[in-house]
């Protein structure tokens, strides 16, 4: 089995930076591309921004150009790191990594639990 586990969220004021963590442990062959979702009440959720195993990333435009997603392959862990928070970016945020837990595998969806990011004054 593999257990993603985001951490990084809070409370910080507009303007504030906040940077998320996703780290991935198990039985894991390879991650072949991670993304970073955002969800609020009574709306879908929505991809953020995400990052493939080649380095390739991709963003939102509501995001674009203030937040920054990356990865440490020797710790399994993305990182998204949100800088000139806006009250419109609250939201819980979760990661989904695409994985193969044998050379063989095809691609599975995991999905981490969430964490709050709230921009509030």
């Known amino acids: 089995q593999v257990q993603l586990v985001e951490s990084g969220g809070g409370l910080v004021q507009p303007g504030g930076s906040l940077r998320l963590s996703c780290a991935a442990s198990?039985?894991?062959?390879?991650?072949?591309?991670v993304g970073w979702y955002r969800q609020v009440p009574g709306k879908q959720r929505e991809l953020v921004a995400s990052i493939v195993s080649g380095g390739s990333t991709n963003y939102a435009d509501s995001v674009k150009g203030r937040f920054t997603i990356s990865g440490d392959n020797a710790k399994n862990t993305v990182y998204l790191q949100m800088n000139s928070l806006k009250p419109e970016d609250t939201a819980v945020y979760y990661c989904?990594?695409?994985?193969?837990?044998?050379?063989?595998?095809?691609?599975?969806?995991?999905w981490g639990q969430g964490t709050q990011v709230t921009v509030s004054s």
């Open positions: 989904n990594a695409l994985v193969r837990r044998h050379a063989t595998d095809y691609r599975r969806s995991y």
């Open positions: 198990g039985s894991i062959f390879s991650i072949d591309a």
